[in-house]
Protein backbone atom coordinates (compact mmCIF):
# COMPACT_ATOMS: atom_id res chain seq x y z
CA UNK A 1 0.00 0.00 0.00
CA UNK A 2 3.29 2.54 -0.05
CA UNK A 3 1.84 5.94 -1.95
CA UNK A 4 -1.41 4.60 -2.92
CA UNK A 5 -3.51 7.09 -1.28
CA UNK A 6 -2.18 10.49 -1.08
CA UNK A 7 -4.24 12.84 0.97
CA UNK A 8 -8.03 12.70 1.73
CA UNK A 9 -10.04 15.80 0.92
CA UNK A 10 -13.43 16.41 1.89
CA UNK A 11 -16.08 18.41 0.09
CA UNK A 12 -19.71 19.59 0.49
CA UNK A 13 -21.75 18.91 -2.60
CA UNK A 14 -24.64 21.77 -2.83
CA UNK A 15 -27.75 18.86 -1.79
CA UNK A 16 -25.42 19.56 1.88
CA UNK A 17 -24.39 16.16 1.90
CA UNK A 18 -19.67 15.72 2.60
CA UNK A 19 -18.23 13.23 0.50
CA UNK A 20 -14.48 11.91 1.15
CA UNK A 21 -12.51 12.15 -2.27
CA UNK A 22 -8.92 10.55 -2.46
CA UNK A 23 -6.19 11.48 -4.49
CA UNK A 24 -4.91 8.18 -5.77
CA UNK A 25 -1.33 8.00 -7.59
CA UNK A 26 -1.81 6.75 -11.41
CA UNK A 27 1.41 6.18 -12.64
CA UNK A 28 3.18 9.17 -12.63
CA UNK A 29 0.34 11.40 -12.18
CA UNK A 30 -2.60 11.60 -9.49
CA UNK A 31 -6.25 11.27 -9.66
CA UNK A 32 -9.00 11.99 -7.94
CA UNK A 33 -11.24 9.42 -7.15
CA UNK A 34 -15.47 10.33 -7.34
CA UNK A 35 -17.82 8.28 -5.71
CA UNK A 36 -20.79 6.98 -8.23
CA UNK A 37 -23.47 9.34 -6.73
CA UNK A 38 -21.43 12.72 -7.95
CA UNK A 39 -20.75 10.85 -11.24
CA UNK A 40 -24.61 10.18 -11.34
CA UNK A 41 -25.06 14.14 -10.32
CA UNK A 42 -22.71 15.24 -13.07
CA UNK A 43 -23.58 13.13 -15.37
CA UNK A 44 -20.35 11.56 -16.15
CA UNK A 45 -18.93 8.57 -17.21
CA UNK A 46 -15.55 7.20 -17.13
CA UNK A 47 -13.16 9.38 -20.07
CA UNK A 48 -14.82 11.80 -20.01
CA UNK A 49 -13.34 15.90 -19.59
CA UNK A 50 -14.06 17.90 -16.36
CA UNK A 51 -12.86 21.32 -15.63
CA UNK A 52 -11.58 22.76 -12.40
CA UNK A 53 -12.47 26.57 -12.02
CA UNK A 54 -11.31 28.88 -8.52
CA UNK A 55 -14.19 30.14 -6.93
CA UNK A 56 -13.90 32.07 -3.85
CA UNK A 57 -12.76 29.75 -1.15
CA UNK A 58 -13.15 26.41 -2.99
CA UNK A 59 -11.94 24.73 -6.39
CA UNK A 60 -15.06 24.27 -8.74
CA UNK A 61 -15.29 20.73 -10.82
CA UNK A 62 -17.46 21.02 -13.46
CA UNK A 63 -18.28 18.97 -16.89
CA UNK A 64 -19.24 21.89 -18.98
CA UNK A 65 -16.62 24.24 -19.89
CA UNK A 66 -16.58 28.04 -18.87
CA UNK A 67 -15.10 29.81 -21.88
CA UNK A 68 -17.66 27.97 -23.63
CA UNK A 69 -20.43 29.68 -21.36
CA UNK A 70 -18.48 33.06 -21.60
CA UNK A 71 -18.55 32.43 -25.54
CA UNK A 72 -21.95 31.74 -25.62
CA UNK A 73 -22.99 34.49 -23.21
CA UNK A 74 -21.13 37.21 -25.56
CA UNK A 75 -22.92 35.97 -28.37
CA UNK A 76 -26.67 36.22 -26.38
CA UNK A 77 -25.71 39.82 -26.16
CA UNK A 78 -24.68 40.54 -29.37
CA UNK A 79 -27.97 38.84 -30.71
CA UNK A 80 -30.16 41.16 -28.00
CA UNK A 81 -28.27 44.60 -29.44
CA UNK A 82 -29.08 43.52 -32.79
CA UNK A 83 -32.19 42.18 -32.36
CA UNK A 84 -34.15 44.52 -34.89
CA UNK A 85 -31.75 44.03 -37.22
CA UNK A 86 -32.51 39.98 -36.91
CA UNK A 87 -35.89 40.68 -37.23
CA UNK A 88 -35.57 42.45 -40.09
CA UNK A 89 -33.38 40.23 -42.08
CA UNK A 90 -35.90 37.37 -41.65
CA UNK A 91 -38.70 38.63 -42.90
Sequence with gaps: MSG?????VKTRVSDGHMHTLKLTQIGNSVGLILPKEVLARLKLVKGDTV???????????TPHDPSFEEQLEIGRGFMREYRDTFNALAK
Excluded at 4 to 8: A, G, K, L, S
Excluded at 51 to 61: E, N, Q, R
Aim: proline share 6%.
Design 51 to 61: FLTDAPGAVTI
Design 4 to 8: DIITI
